[in-house]
């Protein structure tokens, strides 16, 4: 489970705190922005789509004004429109033939050009919408941040701290065991005198035969041969 959890942070970490960090997304401000220019490059991005997967999106590139706020007197600013940091992160340094507005890549190849086409007009040219902009980077513009700072925190936070409970589980149970262990090993083992005549793998030996007083064995005598008699009733003893 500790190991879950150290991968979870580094998913977290990975998908979610990278590109906040490298986009400064949580320091971007919120603008109205209208759409004034949008086409596709011509340009087919390979993407993955899975396990043994790939596919193509064709590229949309979109470009926006919007007046920013907080500032006097502020003119109009002209950028490029990206749905999500992520965008951003893969595709604000590009070409301008590669700055693609959205990515979908679904196995079908007509399914990206129908949410493409369908991106395009739900913002066409003309159509105003809510948008984000940093102020040291103004060209460059989000329409929705996907993450922000309390998804950024609860996802490293929770995962940090289940990473932390069972490194700590992990360790008092490797100390209790190591405890025991000791306690075993600790206690006094007797062994047991070793039996006069006895060998390991052999049998005892056999006793002496019993003898009288005199020193001299018993012998043995043959039992009687006529112990019964045909011809009286009942039992004759010689």
């Not at 990975?14 to 960090?21: F, S």
């Not at 999500?84 to 959205?102: F, H, I, K, Y």
């Amino acid at each position: 489970m500790a190991a879950c959890c150290a991968v979870a942070v580094i998913v977290c970490g990975v998908v979610i705190t990278k590109p906040i960090v490298e986009t400064n997304s949580l320091e971007f401000k919120d603008a109205t922005c209208t759409t004034t220019q949008s086409y596709l490059t011509g340009e087919q991005i390979g993407c993955s789509c899975g396990d043994k997967c790939s596919s193509r999106f064709p590229c949309l590139r979109m470009t926006v004004t919007y007046v920013p706020t907080n500032t006097n007197n502020a003119s109009s600013v002209a950028g490029v429109l990206f749905d999500t940091e992520q965008r951003l992160n893969s595709d604000g340094d590009n070409a301008e033939n590669r700055q693609c507005v959205t990515a979908p890549c679904e196995r079908s190849e007509s399914s990206n050009l129908a949410q493409v086409l369908n991106f395009n007009d739900t913002y066409a040219p003309g159509q105003s919408y809510t948008c984000l902009y940093h102020p040291d980077n103004p060209t460059k513009v989000l329409k929705t941040r996907l993450f922000t700072w309390d998804a950024m925190f609860h996802s490293m936070l929770w995962t940090s701290i289940g990473f932390a409970i069972f490194t700590i589980l992990a360790i008092y149970c490797l100390y209790q065991c190591k405890q025991a262990r000791s306690k075993v090993s600790s206690i006094p083992v007797t062994v047991p005198p070793a039996v006069p005549g006895a060998q390991p793998g052999y049998f005892l030996t056999q006793p002496p035969a019993y003898s009288a007083g005199g020193g001299q064995p018993l012998e043995m005598h043959p039992p009687p041969q006529d112990l019964y008699s045909s011809e009286k009733s009942g039992y004759t003893y010689n």
